[in-house]
């Protein structure tokens, strides 16, 4: 998913979560790609003429837009040319997961197991957050745990570096440019130093992703200090910069972000769709119905499934907050629905039914099982095909002579059984 489609903090690697980049992707459950994974190694910068002259024609415009000498210096010793953070920003794909898979990633076992620990830690912290900006603990807790897997995924990349190496290979100049100044402000004022400025290859820094840009817009000294600290081990400054960031774009105070909602028989779905929103007493008329304990609110209805159906979720303007630091629909849901598994609550109620390939959940883990039985090792059977899975499909078509697709099947089901 390309980054600048995100308003506020920068949608990289890992924040697409469930793309390539995402705080958190990649790891060892069901060829998901949702477990927790060893950081890899810094990449490494390495010579190069271009980048170095860039640097020298940059150094000058950031004098006139108030950068001192000694900042310039500060940050650029030790820095270089990243020809890793390039390949990356070549190779992101468009990958659109199913709302399904999203949320079977979004709210795994292991992030709702992680993340009611760290609300149980932090739960003191995460309520005087709350206090202060009105935006509830548990939903603050949940844009964590997705963002950087609640702290376990926050970036080993040096930003400067980063940042330089995007803004001089010009792709997108102006916009890395712009976040290599606002980088250099933060040095500026000593919230970090420039060693331990680092984050993502895109430049997203800290607990909860912040680009530079934003960072001076939101972040928000919570812990008295006298610096706005998203990079620390407490984790602190981040949420509540968060928690702040969501006050000034709406949040409102005990309004839920949603909620799953069942639909009688016969219901109009010429009513459902974002942008057509009724008030609950409406929706009430019309007999609609919170799926679980909750009160029903206000709001716009969708349909989560393959073809509109499946479970159905109510959306209230929390919500449409929530679009505000990430501007996709299927993020907005996993950090609703994980902030709700976070307070306790069950996974969606009613069923996705079967994907474009006529497969439930239910046979794209015994799909994963069987792979894995046979040798070809999925490393996991969470029902989500990820790329795990998909190499263990392609070995296996290989090794039986079958042509290579990659892609699960119910014929494909079948042959492993």
């Known amino acids: 998913m390309d980054f600048l489609t995100r308003r506020g903090v920068l949608l990289t690697g890992a924040a697409a979560l469930l793309s390539a980049c995402m705080p958190g992707g990649g790891g060892r459950t069901g060829g998901g790609g949702a477990g927790y994974r060893a950081p890899d190694p810094a990449p490494r910068p390495v010579p190069n003429a271009g980048w170095d002259a860039w640097v020298a024609g940059f150094k000058g415009r950031a004098a006139g837009r108030g950068i001192s000498q000694s900042t310039m210096d500060a940050a650029f010793r030790g820095a270089g040319f990243l020809p890793d953070v390039i390949e990356r920003d070549r190779n992101q794909t468009e990958f659109k997961r199913s709302l399904e898979d999203y949320l079977n990633i979004a709210a795994s076992d292991e992030r709702v197991s992680l993340g009611r620990q760290k609300f149980a830690q932090y739960g003191n912290t995460l309520r005087a957050i709350e206090g202060r900006y009105g935006?509830?603990?548990h939903v603050v807790a949940a844009v964590w745990g997705l963002e950087s897997f609640f702290g376990t995924r926050r970036g080993n990349v040096p930003v400067i570096s980063a940042l330089s190496t995007l803004a001089y290979d010009g792709r997108r100049g102006e916009f890395f440019e712009s976040q290599l100044t606002a980088a250099l402000r933060i040095l500026q004022a000593g919230d970090i130093t420039a060693s331990g400025m680092v984050g993502s290859w895109a430049g997203a820094m800290g607990h909860t992703q912040f680009i530079p840009t934003s960072y001076l817009a939101y972040a928000v000294d919570f812990t008295g200090d006298g610096r706005r600290d998203i990079w620390n081990e407490d984790p602190?400054?981040?949420?509540?910069?968060?928690?702040?960031?969501?006050q000034r774009s709406g949040w409102t105070r005990g309004l839920p972000w949603g909620m799953e909602v069942t639909l009688p028989a016969g219901f109009n779905t010429g009513l459902l769709g974002r942008g057509k929103g009724k008030s609950a007493a409406e929706w009430q008329g019309l007999g609609?119905?919170?799926?679980g304990d909750g009160t029903l609110a206000g709001g716009s209805i969708i349909g989560g499934?393959?073809?509109g159906g499946g479970p159905y979720f109510l959306l209230t303007q929390n919500f449409a907050t929530i679009l505000r630091y990430n501007n996709a629909q299927n993020y907005a849901i996993g950090v609703g629905h994980l902030s709700d598994r976070i307070l306790g609550r069950g996974p969606v109620q009613a069923s996705f039914g079967p994907d474009a390939a006529g497969m439930t959940k239910a046979d794209r883990q015994e799909l994963q099982r069987l792979l894995t039985a046979r040798g070809f090792d999925t490393e996991g059977s969470d029902g989500v095909i990820g790329a795990k899975t998909k190499a263990a499909i392609s070995a296996f078509q290989s090794s039986q002579g079958l042509p290579v697709t990659g892609e699960p099947s119910l014929a494909l089901m079948q042959q492993l059984r």
């Open 135 to 137: 935006v509830e603990a």
């Open 236 to 246: 602190t400054d981040a949420l509540a910069s968060t928690a702040a960031y969501l």
């Open 288 to 291: 609609v119905r919170a799926a």
């Open 305 to 307: 499934g393959t073809a």
